[in-house]
């Protein structure tokens, strides 16, 4: 029998520029600021995403779709010691911006929608880690790119948390 999967959504609306927010999703250097302490990216359709998120948790991933700075989707290997299951782990980041105006900054839409953690009791504990993990995430990108948007000036590779 299928083992039935269950998913995420979020969205963060970033005041500042499309641009910003897809380097801060595939540069290793932005990531390590505010998503995880150790990133490596072959930035491109067919590369990698690998992150390291704590000594417990790594997530390695195939880069499905890479539309700059429109849209990136990575499939998940199957994590180690996990139990087994032929569910595909994704997570699907949707950006949309909107260039400044009279009186207002450009901001950003990301959404990120997470799909295909198994159902049942052994992966409850991983489910909330990613869903919690990534709302908790995408907050402290929110944080480390406005500032720089609200003083006029790109983030450097160095912006802490």
């Given amino acids: ?9 979020h ?6 520029g499309i641009e910003q927010v ?3 999703l595939t540069e ?34 195939h880069i499905d779709i890479f539309q700059p700075p429109r849209r990136l989707r990575l499939i998940y290997m199957p994590l180690p010691d996990s139990p087994a299951s032929e569910a595909v782990m994704v997570d699907d ?33 991983l489910y909330l880690r ?3 993990g990534w709302e908790h995430a995408l907050l402290r990108l929110k944080a480390s790119l406005e500032p720089a948007a609200a003083a006029g000036k790109k983030p450097p590779p160095g912006t802490t948390r």
């Fill in 1 to 9: 029998m299928t083992q039935g999967t269950r998913g995420y959504a």
């Fill in 11 to 16: 969205r963060v609306d970033i005041r500042t």
């Fill in 22 to 24: 897809w380097q801060s």
């Fill in 28 to 61: 290793p250097e932005r990531l390590t600021h505010w998503y995880a302490p150790q990133a490596r990216v072959d930035a491109r359709e067919g590369g990698s995403f690998w992150v390291r998120i704590d000594g417990d948790l790594m997530r390695e991933a």
């Fill in 93 to 125: 980041f949707l950006l949309h911006g909107e260039a400044a105006s009279a009186g207002k900054g450009a901001q950003t839409v990301l959404r990120l929608l997470g799909s295909g953690v198994p159902e049942g009791r052994e992966w409850d504990a």
């Fill in 130 to 132: 990613l869903r919690g």
